[in-house]
């Protein structure tokens, strides 16, 4: 063997452990990105989780700062209502007090938001349902005639989104098992 093949040899084994450190080198590499792209995700995951609970937050803080309800609460006691208000008493309303409907469909319209929020992942569901639950079923219910009345006339989709939260929240309600009562002895 000549010298020149010994150095050959020499450099093409070389070559091949540089280059098996190399791929050794560039898969740990890959295997760390990996593990700190998983992190990241369970980071990023948290925070959007959070940032949903708080625009929730804000939703439901800018509700109580900017719709005025009072007048359909003192109009139709709509929150004690057990029962759809009849569409002839809300009309009738709407000519007494000319912003009467102005003021309805801004309560429904915030509450078809937070709807579409909770639906698109903008807002978080738990918020939304312990802030504004009882009132959303009340506000659906009592004013469910003026609804179909608006869907039947101009829009076929008006406040969808409500209604099929609170079909949502009704089904988990009854889906829940009920805590069995506790007997004290006497």
């Known amino acids: 063997m000549t010298e020149y093949e010994t150095y050959s040899l020499l450099i093409s084994g070389v070559t091949a452990f540089i280059t098996l450190g190399g791929l050794i080198y560039a898969g740990i590499q890959l295997k760390k990105t990996k593990e700190q792209l998983q992190a990241a995700y369970k980071i990023n995951a948290a925070d959007h989780d959070w940032n949903r609970r708080m625009a929730s937050q804000t939703a439901l803080k800018e509700y109580n700062q900017s719709i005025l309800s009072s007048g359909l609460q003192s109009e139709f006691d709509y929150l ?14 709407f000519k007494k007090h000319l912003d009467l409907q102005k003021e309805l469909h801004q309560l429904l319209n915030f509450y078809e938001g937070l709807a579409r929020g909770v639906f698109q992942n903008i807002y978080d569901d738990e918020v939304i349902k312990a802030g504004r639950c009882s009132p959303m079923m009340k506000a659906l219910r009592a004013f469910s005639s003026y609804i179909e009345s608006r869907r039947k006339t101009s829009s076929p989709t008006a406040w969808t989104d409500l209604e099929s939260l609170v079909a949502q929240w009704v089904l988990d309600e009854k889906g829940k098992t009920q805590r069995s009562p506790t007997h004290a002895k006497p």
């Open 80 to 93: 004690n209502c057990t029962e759809s208000i009849p569409l002839a008493k809300i009309q009738e309303g």
